[in-house]
């Protein structure tokens, strides 16, 4: 924790977010993200960059999982040490879409009120189920 700790300062400074998407996977999150990009939201976030570009944190990606949905204490400290968590994960992106990013769009839209939100969906829940057994 002395790394997360003593970096939670640098967090507080986030790159406003321009575009939250708020779909799930399997929904045309990389088709979105390559639009993105290509319309110049760039970087974007996607659960492809948690693991290309991001694995050296890792170790923050597990402290951010296990304070929303491991513990039970819901107190402002936890939420003022996930908020910070999330924000150095994200410094500097100005788009975000897919996995894990969605699961935090309540928190974004509230740092990003300007933001645009994206919901990606399938045309059916059997078309998502489909897609996500193909997967």
């Known amino acids: 924790h002395y790394f997360i700790q003593s970096n939670l300062s640098v967090a507080l400074s986030m790159t406003s977010l321009q575009i939250i998407g708020a779909g799930l ?11 993105l990009l290509e319309l110049g939201y760039s970087p974007c976030h996607h659960m492809d ?3 290309a ?8 990606w597990k402290e ?6 491991e ?10 040490y996930l908020d910070n968590l999330l924000k ?7 788009a975000t879409v897919d996995c894990p990013g969605y699961m935090f769009y309540d928190k974004f839209m ?16 059997e078309q998502y189920v489909r897609s996500v057994q193909n997967t």
């Open 25 to 35: 996977g399997r929904t045309g999150t990389t088709s979105l993200r390559e639009a």
């Open 49 to 51: 960059e948690t693991f």
């Open 53 to 60: 570009t991001q694995e050296h944190l890792n170790h923050l």
């Open 64 to 69: 951010i999982y296990r304070s929303r949905f």
């Open 71 to 80: 513990e039970t204490c819901h107190d402002d400290s936890k939420n003022y």
């Open 88 to 94: 150095m994960v994200f410094r500097g992106y100005v």
């Open 110 to 125: 509230q740092w990003n009120p300007e933001a645009k939100v994206i919901l990606t969906v399938r045309d059916s829940p």
